[in-house]
């Protein structure tokens, strides 16, 4: 029993001219060409149509004696509508005209119209016509694949050719087995690609170069380079095509050198290259280590026609814009002259903003004032590097004058853009706004709620992207673990690594972002087990590690795998560097640090904000406090935290009035300060008794800086007015704190207490520490307190009770 005829999805009506008749009926009634000759402005109407159709025109008006052998007339009018800006209306009236001459099962008519129908995006109308039409005739069963190939239907032009061969009386023939081959290329079936090669090889060992082309691509598509090449060598004969299809893989594989080989031979072969041939060589040809073999494909393409073609043009300068030779890309532009098409503006655009987003800006405005719009690739590329609001949105007014608000790259650029301005608002409101969205629209705005710490939202969007029916790749994992960077996320990322292993089965491409969103949950044993169980461990996952071993405390172990790093042969990047910096600082190893200080600036990656902020954390920690600044003079733009560094360092080793005036330079440069920075500036204020300086930034927190105080910024003030004897208005100032004091601020204030002398509010202050849990350093205090006001039997009243509590040990550095 035959297997039942292929169709979308439901039953179909089984006379597809009639629909189609029906819905070109008003469109019939009315004056069209097919009516008859019409009397008057005929030949001007007729002018206007292909030589096919105004030929069928005419044989059709002058009667059934002059129609009656026209079946290829049918044919070629329905194929001229395909090529031709003809309305689709006419053509179903063809169509139509054909059904009541009885030609609608004609193998040349049925053909011709499912191929139409298939280009028009009409497949389901394409279909029908094929089951109305004649089933015993190859060429209709290569139009329905072609169809179902063109349209996406993969698996169903697969399916078709299956049906072709297994129930049908049709012998495939080059056409089939192309489009068969074609389906499996699309649709990555590798299997199925080989059981067709199979069948090729048994039915027709000789078969032509058009098919050994199709298996070409097959196996290139399906990443089988191997096969390919060797399918490619075995051709007896190969064309343009079959040489341009061998080159794209090898370009689709991002294997340049093997690119450049194979044109050389094809070249010395004798055959010569088209504008595919070329556009795709350029594309290989699109980084910094190919701009040589860039310029000889360029003097490759002056000596041909093709330097005339638009395409070509736009590949050469998008070329060297990636190859970041941007004078070439501006001499291939001068060259154009006076350039018309808006392709290549947008190509040179797109190819100066990578580099200069200024100078783009005011290309733009040359090409709008020519009259020429921007495509959307030229959109997205000014949005990729627009880092300041203002200009984001006036680019953001020109898309939507122009049309390209809903464009799925447009609007992905455009939420990104404003993510990366700090605009997370507007950011979410284009994408929600976005009437359809793609895998990159999801990533980026997960990535842009990940990147500014809103961890809950990028779940949110996560989880939507989920329910819209997208599988998450390797690529938007990547930003929903790195939204798992605290202790309360590793639920979360639990969740995310198990999800990971249920529908890929694996996590070997992630395995660096597990490490490390383990490690930034302080889960280093999760993390640890993730890294050992990676056989292949490259660099990135080397620095994951010892990034997670550095920030949770594990120094020797960050240290020993640091050195199994070293003798490995692997390359110390910023990463591993400033993690080691940073662990020498907390170790007091400043000899290992200027090791690594002098490494840094050997393999440039001393200019690297986090290597050098390390190397001014290493220096003040260690009170060495003229490197450290000289250091951080070379930086050119300090972040907060290295302004809190080269802050605390002063304050730390004696410097207060440095660490002031280091205070207000960064105030002066528009850096915000944060709490960090602002407990080192009161420590200084507290060391260098300025205690009116302390007060004026302490109240200058709220109002000026927008920073809540915390118990951290109340004990650094009690700590002030406790050094310059001001106990009574630090005790009013604990009283007065808007939140319940510490162990740690009464403790400050018993340690004032013991300096001055004032055994009275060091009753006081006993007694509310008393009423907290007792820390083991303040008996020492206590005594002393009571010893230096001759209350002995005080003394041994507290070394008494100090029997029952558990004392911390001293530690040291050295």
């Known amino acids: 029993m035959p297997p039942p005829r292929p169709r979308l999805p439901a039953s179909v009506p089984p006379a597809t001219a009639r629909s189609l008749c029906a819905s070109s009926a008003p469109a019939a009634r009315a004056h069209h060409p097919l ?58 009236q063809l169509y139509c005209a054909a059904w009541k001459d009885g030609l609608s099962r004609d193998a040349y008519v049925c053909s011709a119209v499912v191929d139409l129908l298939s280009k028009q995006g009409r497949l389901q109308d394409a279909l029908r016509a094929f089951e109305d039409g004649n089933r015993g005739s190859v060429v209709c069963w290569n139009a329905a694949i072609s169809g179902a190939v063109r349209n996406g239907e993969h698996a169903l032009g697969v399916k078709m050719f299956r049906d072709m061969v297994t129930g049908s009386s049709c012998e495939p023939n080059s056409f089939t087995y192309s489009g068969a081959l074609s389906a499996c290329a699309a649709g990555a079936e590798l299997g199925i690609g080989r059981a067709v090669h199979g069948m090729v090889l048994r039915r027709d060992p000789e078969y032509d170069v058009f098919v050994g082309t199709s298996i070409i691509n097959m196996y290139m598509k399906c990443g089988e380079m191997g096969a390919a090449m060797n399918e490619f060598w075995r051709m007896p004969i190969r064309n343009v095509v079959s040489w341009t299809t061998a080159i794209a893989g090898f370009v689709q594989e991002e294997d340049a050198a093997s690119a450049m080989l194979l044109l050389r031979e094809m070249v010395w072969s004798g055959v010569a290259i088209n504008k595919y041939t070329a556009t795709s060589i350029l594309l290989a040809c699109a980084q910094m280590c190919m701009i040589r073999e860039a310029n000889q494909v360029h003097g490759m393409i002056m000596k041909t026609e093709l330097y005339l073609d638009h395409v070509v043009k736009e590949a050469l300068i998008s ?19 006076t350039v018309s098409n808006r392709s290549i503006w947008s190509a040179f655009i797109s190819g100066v903003s990578s580099h200069n987003l200024q100078r783009s800006i005011l290309l733009l405005k040359r ?78 705005m997960v990535a842009g709620f990940a990147t500014h710490g809103h961890s809950l939202e990028a779940f ?86 010892i990034s997670g071993y550095a920030t949770n405390g594990y120094s020797e172990e960050a240290i020993s795998l640091f050195q199994l790093m070293l003798t490995t042969g692997f390359q110390i990047d910023r990463f591993v560097c400033s993690s080691i910096i940073s662990i020498c600082a907390d170790m007091a190893r400043p000899f290992y640090g200027k090791l690594l200080h002098g490494y840094a600036a ?71 300060p944060d709490p ?63 939140v319940k004091p510490d162990l740690m601020v009464w403790s400050t204030l018993l340690a004032a207490c013991r300096v001055h002398d004032d055994a009275v509010l060091g009753r006081f202050v006993e007694n509310k520490i008393r009423e907290e849990n007792y820390d083991s350093g303040c008996f020492a205090t206590l005594s002393n307190i009571r010893a230096n006001s001759g209350d002995w039997e005080g003394v041994m009243e507290i070394r008494k009770s100090v029997k029952d509590v558990k004392k911390e040990p001293g530690w040291s550095m050295l």
């Open 367 to 444: 090409m709008l004032c020519q009259g020429l719009k921007p495509n959307d690739k030229c959109y997205a590329s000014l949005f990729s590097f627009v880092d300041s609001i203002e200009i984001g949105k006036q680019l953001h007014s020109l898309v939507i004058k122009d049309g390209f608000v809903q464009a799925v790259l447009v609007g992905s650029a455009l939420s990104t853009m404003y993510s990366r301005c700090n605009d997370l608002k507007d950011s979410y409101k284009v994408f929600e706004e976005m009437q359809e969205r793609d895998q990159v629209s999801w990533t980026s």
């Open 602 to 672: 050997k393999v440039g990656i001393l200019s690297d904000l986090s290597v050098s902020s390390s190397l001014v954390k290493l220096y003040s920690k260690s009170g060495i406090l003229d490197d450290s600044r000289k250091v951080f003079d070379e930086i050119s733009a300090p972040d907060v935290v290295t302004w809190t560094s080269i802050i605390d360092g002063y304050a730390q080793h004696g410097s207060s009035q440095d660490a002031l005036v280091m205070f207000d330079l960064m105030i002066r440069c528009g850096v915000k």
């Open 319 to 337: 070329t060297y814009a990636s190859a970041g030779a941007i004078h070439l890309c501006e001499k291939v532009f001068q060259e154009v002259g």
């Open 35 to 92: 009516d008859g000759m019409p009397r008057r402005g005929a030949v001007d109407r007729l002018a206007h149509l292909p030589f096919a159709l105004a030929d069928f025109v005419r044989a059709r008006a002058a009667g059934p004696e002059a129609s009656a052998h026209c079946r290829f007339s049918y044919g070629n009018s329905l194929a001229a509508c395909s090529t031709s800006t003809a309305p689709l209306a006419f053509a179903e």
């Open 676 to 738: 960090v920075v602002l407990v080192s500036v009161l420590s200084a204020c507290g060391r260098n008794g300025l205690v009116e300086e302390g007060l004026k930034h302490f109240n200058s927190m709220r109002t000026v800086y927008g920073v809540e105080p915390m118990l951290h910024h109340y004990c650094c003030m009690v700590d002030l007015l406790g050094r310059s004897g001001r106990l009574a208005e630090a005790k009013c100032f604990i009283e007065s704190m808007p």
């Open 460 to 545: 949110q969007v996560f989880r939507n992207m989920i329910v819209d029916g997208f599988t998450p790749d390797d690529v938007s994992l990547r930003p929903i673990l790195s939204a798992c960077n605290k202790p309360e996320c590793l639920l979360k990322g639990r969740e995310v690594h198990a999800h990971a292993l249920r529908v890929f089965g694996g996590t070997k491409s992630i395995n660096h972002c597990l490490v490390s969103m383990y490690s930034k949950c302080q889960d280093v044993e999760s993390a640890r087990r993730i890294f050992n169980a990676t056989q292949c461990k490259d660099q990135v996952m080397l620095s994951s590690m």
